[in-house]
């Protein structure tokens, strides 16, 4: 039991800095891109972001009943078929996948901000 917890103390510490690096990289490697085209002409406000997380609320949300759907109709599958190891799983990533394509079609249909 030592064994395992010893060798997954190396590869946590790998892990997280790899992250860090990445994230460090990504974030001067940004700085870097805005302040080039600042230097060349581009206003600073070309850079601001829309702070809106309704789409990502309405994704999550659809995504979610999705799930919920599919294990309901992963129990009453397992009731009609008998207790089948492959009925929860499968129904879950169905309706999930379902709930993705719903989610894209609501998404599609709103108004965009721009």
Excluded: D, H, W
Excluded at 20 to 25: L, P, V
Excluded at 34 to 41: N, T
Excluded at 60 to 66: D, F, K, P, T
Aim: aromatic residues 14%.
């Amino acid at each position: 039991m030592e064994n395992s917890f010893a060798a997954a103390i190396p590869i946590a510490i790998t892990f997280t800095l790899s992250g860090f690096g990445i994230a460090y990289y990504y974030l001067t490697t940004r700085s870097r891109e805005r302040l080039a085209l600042i230097e060349k002409g581009l206003a600073p406000s070309a850079f601001a972001q829309s702070r809106s997380y309704l789409p990502l609320l309405l994704l999550l949300g659809v995504l979610s009943m999705g799930i919920a759907a599919g294990i309901a109709a992963g129990a009453g599958l397992t009731s009609l078929v008998g207790s089948q190891s492959y009925v929860y799983p499968a129904t879950i990533f169905f309706f999930a996948g379902l709930s993705l394509v719903v989610a894209y079609y609501l998404l599609k249909a709103l108004p965009s901000a721009n």
